[in-house]
């Protein structure tokens, strides 16, 4: 937008209090223009910063409700003169001097050097509509964060567009924007860490050091283009603290259907075929799938299943193309019989063809242009493959308009599909200045607060990706209150997670540099609360993977929160249902990617509890190496900084990729933490042949052939609870596809590392939690398994907590030693441990009599 900027001065206090945890400044301007600036303790570890004047309010529909504050229990301190004040907020020592711009500075009370300053005499501006926001950057410093930016992980010194738009093809390492809209930035440093996070839906963006000027020296400024600025700060001594204190202003992510972390099939040529017509494709296709054995839960229906059978043929939401399903009912009951779910695309516009396009416009479901008075029409891609159409967005504000997607997504549950897929949900609209109806209850309180104002460019064009979550949600929850909804939404917003399960990078392309640049996405994604995330395996866009690249993809995929194959493979010659990415697509691998699907199936009790992890407490699935290795020095270095190259899978699988063809080893840093006390760490131990152990704090290079996998390290002492290496049916979960599932969930096994030798009197502990996988109303059990090495036995325990009323179908334990260890394994307490044998990949497994 144009530069205007405006920066009020001349601030006086008002309401000044020394013990009050708390600032509040007015500035009376030149032209009676006046401005408020707060700065308040809202929890020990946040702060609520605005910035706002008559002309520049409070962002109407803001990502966040404020929350109450609670300062119970926290030692409370402060101080002022005529220019400043200090406020001491347990740990936190915070500072504001008005002297001439409102200046934030926040300590560590122990420390000098504080881990956030405001930019003096050019901290909070106006700008044209909106405003600015300057503030001193630390180059040193990692900033992570932003939901989903092109890789690297560091956004260090880098400019970025707050907005989303449909990036079909995107580079992953140069397209700007992406799909998500959530402006969350944190700063990382081993001493402690800082967000920062604005509340608007509206348009913006983050120069993230990437500007530099003479007279302010190396600056960070978030720009906003309408409305005033309601920020939170947030202080953490981790990225943990941080993200977890995130979670508690916007929402923990949703529980995830244990379904939903299974191997999600897809792509769009399937439901857009016509010969033979899409019902029977699809049937063959699942054929396929037992045919080679690979275990599936859920299938992604493109939009192909909407498109009219006759001209013009177009997607029209809601609504099934009866030649290419002529019986949508039965065909989704033979699909369940299959124990396959299915999830429905669904796009949030219409063109005038659709049967329910005059009554959107006489219920004032779009939005209006002013200057017309008319419906704001826009092009869409809603005609064919890649091809457009003029049409509406939905306007979710409107009351007809919500309650007319609501009953939509009830049409398709109804007949029996099982999930929404949120597509094309960006709101990439081409006038800020289109009018709101503001009328659906979920709005409507907060548009009496507002002057009049009901342009897009004021409430944020994301505030319909947040509504349409919200829509597909309650329509879902309100037809099987009972049972989670699973709404997979390609846009997101700080909110919308509270809706939506699972999110995806959208349309990627095929390319070695794709699969690399995507970890650092997900990496930021996780730490933006986007924890039930991946990537379309494969490639959405471009060439066809060749067999290395894909079985690579794959097995690295597998260590993701989400696993889905999906694509829409355009052509010149074909751009109506494009290629496909199919796992039997190339027979000389087809037993490979089988048994690493397989793999995915057997570990699912690991993933399932990093999904409960993420739920209960926000950690993330998917981590950076440094999580939880802040002491580390050598996860500092730009190298790991980057996060392209290796990540965190849960606690104990340290995951690193070959992203090069032809390339038979990985080069992976082990991370160390403190030597001392508790902090001790006994190394690493490699997964696959020839099963080396690694000391922590280096550098190694671990073998990792493309036809075996790739590297896949251990952290000694940490375990990996596994279940049958197919689908299996949990016990509670009576929903139609689950029923049809013929393996039950009735074993369980523990993967551990013990030290090569003795653990010295440590006992390690690893907790995990299982429930029936579905039902909203959890009943959740714990299952704590410990041990403990000497140099001829593991000495193991294993207590458990079903006092919720969840009991699993599993009754014994068995404890699989890694490959090479044959010390006898006994108990702590003298249960009875027998001795099983040695399975399939040579381990030697003990069962332990629960």
């Known amino acids: 937008m144009p530069q205007k900027e405006y920066t009020p001065k001349g601030y006086t206090q008002i309401q000044a209090q020394d013990s009050s945890p708390a600032v509040f400044l007015h500035s009376e301007g030149a032209n009676k223009r006046s401005f408020d600036f707060s700065f308040e303790a809202v929890r020990e570890n946040l702060f609520r910063v605005t910035f706002t004047s008559p002309t520049h309010p409070l962002p109407p529909y803001p990502s966040v409700t404020k929350p109450e504050t609670n300062l119970n229990g926290v030692e409370i301190s402060g101080s002022s003169s005529e220019l400043q004040k200090e406020i001491n907020v347990g740990n936190v020592k915070a500072t504001v001097n008005w002297e001439n711009t409102p200046v934030v500075s926040v300590y560590w009370k122990d420390q000098e050097t504080p881990l956030y300053h405001d930019l003096p005499l050019r901290s909070y501006v106006i700008d044209g509509p909106g405003i600015a926001h300057y503030t001193q950057h630390d180059r040193t410093a990692l900033h992570v964060g932003l939901g989903e930016k092109s890789a690297p992980m560091d956004l260090t010194n880098r400019h970025f567009q707050l907005s989303a738009t449909d990036s079909f093809g995107y580079d992953v390492y140069n397209t700007d924007p992406l799909y998500k809209h959530i402006p969350l930035l944190i700063k990382a440093t081993p001493s402690g860490c800082i967000a920062i996070f604005s509340t608007t ?102 939009s192909g299943y909407s498109i009219s059978e006759v001209e013009p043929k177009v997607r029209t939401v809601f609504t099934w193309n009866r030649y290419r399903f002529p019986d949508p009912e039965g065909w989704i009951k033979r699909y369940h019989a299959r124990g396959i779910r299915l999830i429905t695309n669904i796009k949030p516009f219409t063109l005038a063809s659709h049967p329910d396009f005059k009554k959107l416009i006489e219920g004032n479901g779009f939005f209006t242009d002013p200057e017309t008075g008319e419906p704001g029409y826009m092009r869409l891609w809603s005609a064919g493959g890649g091809t457009g159409g003029d049409g509406c967005h939905v306007d979710f504000s409107s009351v007809v308009a919500f309650k007319w997607w609501h009953e939509g997504v009830q049409s398709l549950k109804k007949a029996g599909i099982d999930g929404m897929w949120n597509d094309n949900n960006e709101y990439t609209l081409p006038n800020d200045e289109w009018v709101l109806a503001l009328t659906e209850p979920a709005v409507s309180e907060a548009a009496k607060s ?85 990537h379309d395996i494969g490639g959405f866009e471009g060439p066809q993977p060749s067999p290395e690249l894909l079985l690579r993809w794959i097995q690295l995929g597998i260590y993701s929160p989400r696993f889905a194959i999906n694509c829409f493979k355009t052509s010149p010659s074909n751009n109506e249902v494009g290629d496909v990415i199919e796992p039997w697509m190339y027979p000389e691998i087809t037993p490979l990617v089988r048994d690493t699907i397989k793999r995915r199936y057997e570990i699912l009790p690991y993933i399932y509890n990093l999904g409960l992890e993420s739920h209960f407490y926000a950690s993330p699935p998917q981590r950076w190496v440094g999580w939880g290795y802040e002491s580390d020095p050598e996860v500092w270095i730009a190298r790991l900084k980057r996060g392209e190259e290796q990540f965190w899978f849960g606690e104990t699988i340290l995951v690193a990729g070959v992203y090069e063809p032809g390339v ?91 030290p090569k030798a003795s653990s010295h009197g440590t006992v390690f502990a690893t907790t995990w939690m299982e429930d029936d996988g579905i039902s909203i109303e959890q009943k959740v059990s714990s299952y704590t398994i410990t041990y403990e090495a000497t140099e001829d036995r593991v000495i193991v325990g294993f207590n458990k907590d079903e006092s919720n009323g969840f009991v699993p179908a599993w009754k014994d334990l068995d404890i699989i030693l890694h490959n090479g260890d044959s010390r006898r394994v006994v108990s702590d307490d003298g249960k009875t441990v027998e001795y099983k044998g040695t399975d399939k990949k040579g381990r030697e497994v003990y069962t332990f009599k629960c």
Request: aromatic share 10%.
């Open 201 to 302: 839906h509206g348009r913006g963006t983050w120069s993230v050091g990437s500007e530099v000027d003479g007279l302010w020296g190396h600056f960070k400024v978030y720009r906003q283009d309408f409305g005033g600025l309601e920020q939170y700060l947030i202080i953490g001594k981790t990225l943990k603290d941080v993200v977890r204190s995130y979670a508690e202003l916007v929402g923990f992510p949703l529980a995830v259907p244990r379904w939903a972390y299974g191997y999600i099939s897809g792509g769009y040529r399937y439901s857009a075929m016509d010969s033979p017509p899409a019902n029977q494709a699809l049937m063959e296709f699942a054929d396929k799938l037992v045919e080679h054995g690979i275990p599936c839960s859920g299938h992604q229906m493109s």
């Open 450 to 534: 507002q002057s009049g104002n009901k342009s897009v460019g004021l409430w944020g064009r994301a505030m319909h990706t947040e509504l349409m979550g919200k829509a597909s949600h309650d329509a879902l929850r309100d037809l099987e209150p009972n049972v989670r909804p699973f709404v997979l939404t390609r846009s997101a917003t700080a909110g919308t997670m509270r809706y939506s399960a699972s999110t995806w990078s959208g349309d990627n392309v095929t390319s070695w540099a794709s699969m690399k640049g995507a970890n650092a996405l997900s990496l930021n994604a996780a730490m933006s609360l986007l924890q039930c995330e991946g």
């Open 664 to 754: 038979d080893v990985a080069r992976i840093y082990l991370p160390r933490k403190s030597r001392e006390g508790a902090e001790f760490d006994y190394g690493f131990v490699n997964m696959n042949a020839p099963y080396t152990y690694y000391a922590s704090g280096q550098w190694v290079e671990v073998s990792s052939a493309w036809k075996e996998s790739i590297a896949l390290l251990a952290k000694i002492g940490g375990a990996i609870p596994v279940g049958k290496a197919v689908q299996t049916r949990v016990p509670g979960d009576e929903t139609e596809a689950s029923l049809a599932v013929t393996e039950v969930d009735d074993y369980r096994g523990v993967e551990i590392f013990p």
